[in-house]
């Protein structure tokens, strides 16, 4: 993936995770959405997540690239992906999406996701600069903040948070988001969590402090 169709796709990546639709994002739904509860309503045009298949209660979940805690009263996926994936998701890996308050993720007022997508060298600066010019960009968001942490990680390597609000016809949203390098420094996973109130950043900064990013597996030698 370039560098410089990253913000594009960060951007999708917070709409996916939020469901709400941007308009300049052609995001479209393929099957119908369950009637959301007045707590958590989910606009036309909205990410449906193929999430069908979820899991109730948590653990250690392993995602490939990390492992991460999950607590028991989360519903999830592993994998999940749009119903159909816009073009500016084409070069991001899906890994986990988890919600409380419902039965779909649509309809849950306490939405999280991780995706992954390859760094390219891109630093994760640039990334929470190019990231925040985009969302100012969007309608009806504000209030975005941006800043290099190294209190989000276990192993105390920094990240990139970032936090807007999203205004709409549908209600309030706040969006929290941390950027962070892989164990080999390859990827960018980007972990999202989407809410209804304004404390999400310590709902974010447990599920962010449980993840271990796994070494990659040994290349076995020939012979061996």
Known sequence: MHRQTMPIVAVSLLVAASALFMGWAALRTTQPIATPTPASPSPAGAVALTTEQSQSGGGSLDLGLLTLELPADWRYQIDAWPAVAPAELADATPLLAAWQGAT???????????????????????????????????????????????????DTLPVAYLRYTKESAFGRQFGYQVAAFDAHGDHIVIATLVTQSSDGEEILRSLVRSMHFADMPAVPQKGA
Do not use: C, K, M
Not at 119 to 142: F, I, K, M, P, T
């Open 104 to 154: 779909h993720f649509n309809d849950a007022p306490l939405r999280f996701t991780v995706f992954a997508v390859e760094r390219n060298e891109l630093s994760l600066e640039r990334y929470a600069s190019d990231v925040a010019e985009q969302l100012a960009a969007a309608d009806g968001v504000s209030d975005i903040q941006t800043v290099l942490d190294a209190t989000f990680r276990s």
